[in-house]
């Protein structure tokens, strides 16, 4: 059975920072691109990060871009979420993902088959 756990989520204030991880069981990292993706409430689940497994090559939504950076530790079959300069429109509950996408789907959730229950980052102005 496979289960993606996060956690390091909480409250934070604007400029702060978090490092959000996400341990695997049931599949290996080194075998899986992996990505977390943000729900604000009352919003639709949308990307912000992700990393493929075979080139190493990093994905970031625009709005992230040079505040939070993926990362693996394939010893601990984890995957963390770095943020940085942290504002309030970054509130949301945070989901780590494990899949196989093509280029054209890693930035959607239909190119990944694993789901973490997620956790809350919240941003106080």
């Not at 079959?77 to 509950?93: F, G, I, K, R």
């Not at 959607?108 to 941003?123: D, E, L």
């Amino acid at each position: 059975q496979v289960q993606l756990v996060e956690s390091g989520g909480g409250l934070v204030q604007a400029g702060g920072s978090l490092r959000l991880s996400c341990t695997a069981s049931g599949i290996t990292f080194g075998d899986y691109s992996a990505a977390w993706f943000r729900q604000a409430s009352g919003k639709e689940r949308e990307f912000v990060a992700a990393r493929r497994f075979a080139t190493r090559t990093t994905y970031y939504e625009d709005s992230v871009k040079g505040r939070f950076s993926i990362s693996r530790d394939t010893a601990l079959n984890t995957v963390y979420l770095e943020m940085n300069s942290l504002n309030p429109d970054d509130t949301a509950v945070y989901y780590c993902a494990a899949g196989r996408p093509i280029t054209s789907t890693i930035k959607t959730m239909r190119g990944y088959t694993y789901w973490g229950r997620g956790t809350q980052v919240t941003v106080s102005s």
